[in-house]
């Protein structure tokens, strides 16, 4: 089995789906000769041809908007967001145009739009953020955050074969730190299943993306420390959300410390709190709490970014800190 | 490229079609049958009819707001406007959305519009280069106001059509109002045309009150599109004689201005020119009329039969779970996609400022343009007047 790093694993998808089925098209910023600028579609020109594979102007809500209009003949285009922070250049031919396709007028919308995102490279501002809630929040819309390279391959497949409109996140940080076996063949992992990446009974950590590291470090610790059995568990979809899973770990747990890179306020955690309280309130034996970043802009320098982003430090005292009820 | 008899009367049944359908909405609207606004064409039909009436089967549109004219033409009829707007359980979205936002991938190829305008460009600019990818030579066509081509994504748009070469025609519907504003605070231009220069790209200019001269332009621009030297801008002078829609009565518009376009009326102008050259009779005029009026009243009787659609239909079809087949339809094999060595290549070719067809720019306005070349022209030197004259009230 060949080993690959994350970003290679995303890559290695998208040319699986590309050679699997003439419809999947690339379309973005600098993909084509200079092959991303994270070299995701490294050597797409040369092997798929322009006609497939893109170079736009620096004009997102072109990229978004052509692709609109390829995936309503029955084509499956990726596009591809140099950072995703751009993403909001295209905002409203996401929420507006894609996301209400389907439910005003019946037009599908199969399509991918794909980039980097997250923090913890010192990227500043406007190249690490993590915009996945606002699409949450958006109906209509798929959002996927993988954490691994096996799921990054497996994910972007998926998404790739999905009938409707698909934003992937890619971890920065994780694009070439992340270095594990990734099998060759043709295996999918399916939107909105959740995964358990260690069990345990005491209490559960809920993340997604560079932050299933953190929690498994912090799970690590706290087990030789304090002999806390914490189970992990990785979102890897955010919309749709894996419900039953968090809800089956919790009845195990009763406890439930929700992690994630992105700011406080309108965060995954409290979507996750309220479905708590909706569907398991009896369960819980301690507060529901949240590890988060900073109510912020992503700082530049290392010690202000350091000290804006989760970490281990920051996961164990809050999971001992609700251990204690 | 010449119209047949039959084919002006064609774009005659159209264009008071389009008014009388508009007129019924209005009396609707004013019954409370109609949920929401009211959006009138009127004295923009020709620019309507004439654009979509140039396309084949095969070719996209995507309407604006003032282009039920074009929505009819592509083939939906007057129930489903009726049902759309009176928010009707049979209308073409069955109630989820409104007005002229509706479409059919399949059968009648039109893409619905969204409010915030300007996005379709690059939409249509992609079914063009999807087709075109498929080995389709289909063309795409859209509008835009005077006002929506302020928005970013027009330019995002066009310009990216532009590199692309995408079959795509659009046709700059310059009404001179966005709402209140006049189109002297849209843009510095005379001619919105003009923008088309900034993209490399042909902008030509129709008087858009002249229903075959809309036709003839749009013609020679979907065939130019068709050959491979697309996009093409067309500038439509005409004049928006409503409100933005009915709750506005338009207050700030210069009496002057709208006495002057209504003596240019496109229907009115048209029936002149159909008599003068005996293109039709007065029984074939009448004919047509009887037929409109019927065809009408049973689209108000189908709408007005049709229930409201049922509440908990506003919970369903966010997604597409396997209700769609989506499957991409090739007029070639899909598999010998022959391997680029380098998008060098793609500056080799003639630039699309030198295509042969529509010539450079001037040459190709005196070529293009059919009936007067400048009708807004005249205007403007009154509007300045008209402007003088307000700041010296002040």
Known sequence: ?325 | MALSRQQHLELYYWMQLNRKLEDLLTVMFRQNKVVGGVYSSLGQEATSVGTAYALEKRDWIAPMIRNLGAVLVKGYRPRDILMQYTAKSGSPTGGKDGTAHFGDLHEKRMVSPISMLGDLIPVMAGIGLGARYLGRNEVALTWIGDGGSSTGVFHEGLNFAAVQRAPLVLVLENNQWAYSTPNYLQARLIDFADRAKAYGIPGVIVDGNDVVAVYETTKQAVEQCRRGDGPVLIESKTFRRKGHAQHDPAAYVPKWMLKEWEAKDPILRYEKYLTAKKLWTEKEKNDILARIDRELKEGQAEAEASPLPPAERAAEGVYCDGCHEIRAEWKRSPKPVKPGKNTAQWFEGKSPALAPSLGASQERKEKAVVGPSNPGHGKNAKLKKHKKQRKQRK
């Open chain 1, 1 to 325: 089995m060949p080993v690959m790093t994350y970003v290679q694993a995303v890559g290695r998808g998208l040319w699986e789906e590309m050679e699997r089925d003439p419809a999947v098209l690339m379309i973005g910023e600098d993909i084509g000769v200079y092959g991303g600028a994270f070299k995701v579609t490294d050597g797409f020109l040369a092997h798929f041809g322009r006609e497939r594979v893109i170079d736009t102007p620096i004009s997102e809500s072109a990229i978004v908007g052509a692709a609109v209009g390829m995936s309503y003949l029955g084509l499956r285009p990726v596009c591809e967001l140099q950072f995703i922070d751009f993403i909001a250049c295209c905002f409203n031919q996401i929420t507006n145009f894609v996301a209400k396709s389907h439910y005003r007028w019946g037009a599908p919308v199969p399509m991918v739009i794909r980039g980097p995102a997250g923090g913890g490279v010192h990227g500043g501002p406007f190249h690490s953020q993590n915009p996945e809630m606002y699409f949450v929040h958006t109906p209509g819309l798929k959002v996927v955050c993988p954490s691994s390279a096996y799921d990054a391959k497996g994910l972007i497949k998926a998404a790739v074969r999905d009938n409707n409109p698909v934003l992937f996140f890619e971890h920065k940080f994780l694009y070439r730190r992340v270095k594990e076996e990734v099998p060759e063949d043709d295996y999918i992992v399916p939107l909105g299943q959740a995964a358990v990446r260690r069990e345990g009974r005491d209490l559960t950590l809920v993340t997604y993306a560079a932050m299933v590291q953190v929690c498994l470090d912090a799970a690590e610790q706290l087990e030789k420390e304090d002999g806390l059995a914490c189970e992990v568990i990785d979102l890897r979809t955010l919309l749709p959300l894996d419900k039953e899973t968090i809800l089956s770990s919790l009845r195990k747990t009763n406890k439930l410390l929700v992690v994630h890179e992105d700011t406080r306020t309108g965060g995954i955690a409290g979507e996750i709190a309220a479905m708590v309280m909706e569907e398991a309130f009896d369960q819980l034996d301690g507060p529901l709490m949240r590890v988060t970043s900073l109510d912020t802009p992503v700082p530049y320098s290392p010690p202000l970014e350091e000290y804006f982003l989760p970490n281990a430090a920051k996961v164990v005292k809050a999971a001992r800190d609700l251990a204690r009820y």
